[in-house]
């Protein structure tokens, strides 16, 4: 079955240090690939998404590229800021065509990143 | 603004009683889904629904029940089968078709059983 496994947190950073969360994941056929963030207290967000091989999903300083080579989506972020303090969720859809109306996410298990003055 | 609410934000319960927590959405999204959050676990996927009277167990639907008479509701009933019901529950939606439609969230619901 499909599965994502992250870096375990928390990961503790200084404003305006370099970020890089680590995902890989294993999947059959084309899995479209996604970072998801939840802050404190607050339902997850779409942060970004690629949906397939060497696409570069980008959003608030925030990038990700998807490598098949090395089944990963590896998070990164030039410099974070305390504002960036939240958990991180990296997630799959199944790369088998859904006629259907729903997405079928698999969750990583989330990182939790603090970022401090 | 279009959004999904669930209510309440906090529930409390003695074990054994059923509840149920409500997921309204006006974004017209036709799939919704409930999903369960633990320490340490990510989030793992209870029910889902494609369209109105219509629904699929995901991974660990044992001891809930869902209904989705309507296309703006979806609401999940934790019942006393539930063996470990204390956790953050989670209703999202997405518009589809397709499997890389992203999902929209609302803010969760924290149920503790007591």
């Known amino acids: 079955g499909n599965s994502v496994t992250q870096m375990e947190g928390p990961v503790t950073l200084s404003e305006e240090a370099f970020l890089t969360i680590n995902c890989t994941y294993t999947a059959t056929g084309y899995p479209s690939l996604f970072w998801y963030v939840q802050y404190p207290g607050e339902g997850l967000q779409l942060l970004l998404k690629a949906t397939k091989a060497d696409d570069k999903g980008s959003n608030k300083g925030f990038e990700a590229t998807y490598r098949k080579e090395t089944t990963s989506f590896h998070l990164e972020k030039g410099s974070v800021q305390v504002s960036d303090s939240a958990v991180y969720f990296c997630a799959l859809t199944s790369g088998v065509i859904n006629t259907g109306t729903a997405s079928k996410l698999t969750f990583g298990t989330g990182t939790r990143l603090q970022v401090t003055l | 603004d279009g959004g999904i609410t669930q209510s309440p934000k906090y529930l409390f319960r003695k074990e054994g009683q059923n509840v149920t927590l409500s997921c309204e959405q006006n974004l017209n999204h036709d799939a919704m889904y409930w999903y369960r959050q633990d320490p340490g676990q990510g989030l793992r996927l209870i029910y889902y629904?494609?369209?109105?009277?219509?629904?699929q167990k995901g991974d660990i639907a044992e001891g809930y029940s869902v209904s989705r008479e309507k296309k703006e509701s979806f609401p999940l009933t934790v019942t006393s089968a539930q063996k470990n019901p204390t956790a953050f529950y989670l209703c999202a939606s997405s518009l589809g078709p397709g499997y890389n439609s992203p999902l929209h969230f609302g803010n969760g619901t924290r149920l503790t059983v007591t």
């Open positions: 629904s494609q369209i109105v009277n219509d629904f």
